[in-house]
T-cell receptor, first 114, second 113 residues
C-alpha cells in the first residue's frame, strides 16, 4: 500500500541533544512538508521541499534542519537550539508543490523532553 | 501574513444532530481551501474547494466556499460517534506562499451517543 511512514512514533530528547525524525513516502510525490502541532493549535509549517536537493523554510524553522537527498525521504532534525521541542510532528507529501494538490499526512511522531 | 480562523473551537452534540463548522481566511492570492479530519494521528483529506469548485459533497459531509465573504463552512448531517474528531481548515495561497498551507486552530467535535 502506498503511504507516508514516520518513525519513531514516540521519541524522547535529552537536554543538548539533536534528534532526527524520519519520513518516507512511496507515493512518488515530488513535494514534502514538515509541520508541528501543539495542543489547541493548528499545524505550523517548519520546512518544505518541492524537489530533491531543494527546500525552503516555513514559518517556524528556527532550531530545525532538513535534507532532501532522495525523492522518497525528508528527515527532520530537531537541534539543541530548539528550546521548546515538545510537540506532535507531522510529515506530509503532495503530488506537486502547486496550490491544487492536496497534502497527505503520515501518522506523526510525538517528541517529548526527558 | 496569511491567517485562518476556525469557529467554534469546540462543539459537543448528540448523535443525529447536524453541525456546521466555520472557517474564515485572510490571505493574499487565494488558490484553494482544504478541510481535513484528524482523529488520533494523521489528518485525513476531506475536500478541496477552489474558485472553480465552490461546493463539495460526500455522504453526510458537505462544504461550501464563499469567496465574497472569504469563508467556508463544513456541514455534517446525522452525526455519528465516529465523526468525533478535530476538523482542520487550511488555505493554500499563491505568490511567495506557493504550495504552502496555512492552518486554522481546528474545531474539536465531540458526538455523544
Amino acid at each position: 500500500d502506498g503511504g507516508i511512514t514516520q518513525s519513531p512514533k514516540y521519541l524522547f530528547r535529552k537536554e543538548g541533544q539533536n534528534v532526527t525524525l524520519s519520513c518516507e513516502q512511496n507515493l512518488n510525490h515530488d513535494a514534502m512538508y514538515w509541520y508541528r502541532q501543539d495542543p489547541g493549535q493548528g499545524l505550523r509549517l517548519i520546512y518544505y521541499s518541492q524537489i530533491v536537493n531543494d527546500f525552503q523554510k516555513g514559518d517556524i524553522a528556527e532550531g530545525y534542519s532538513v535534507s532532501r537527498e532522495k525523492k522518497e525521504s525528508f528527515p527532520l532534525t530537531v537541534t539543541s537550539a530548539q528550546k521548546n521541542p515538545t510537540a506532535f510532528y507531522l510529515c506530509a507529501s503532495s503530488r506537486g508543490g502547486g496550490s491544487y494538490q492536496p497534502q497527505h499526512f503520515g501518522d506523526g511522531t510525538r517528541l517529548s523532553i526527558l | 501574513e496569511d491567517k485562518v480562523v476556525q469557529s467554534p473551537l469546540s462543539l459537543v452534540v448528540h448523535e443525529g444532530d447536524t453541525v456546521t463548522l466555520n472557517c474564515s481566511y485572510e490571505v493574499t492570492n487565494f488558490r484553494s481551501l482544504l478541510w481535513y479530519k484528524q482523529e488520533k494521528k494523521a489528518p485525513t483529506f476531506l475536500f478541496m474547494l477552489t474558485s472553480s469548485g465552490i461546493e463539495k459533497k460526500s455522504g453526510r459531509l458537505s462544504s461550501i466556499l464563499d469567496k465574497k465573504e472569504l469563508s467556508s463552512i463544513l456541514n455534517i448531517t446525522a452525526t455519528q460517534s465516529g465523526d468525533s474528531a478535530i476538523y482542520l481548515c487550511a488555505v493554500n495561497a499563491g505568490g511567495t506562499s506557493y504550495g504552502k498551507l496555512t492552518f486554522g486552530q481546528g474545531t474539536i467535535l465531540t458526538v455523544h451517543p
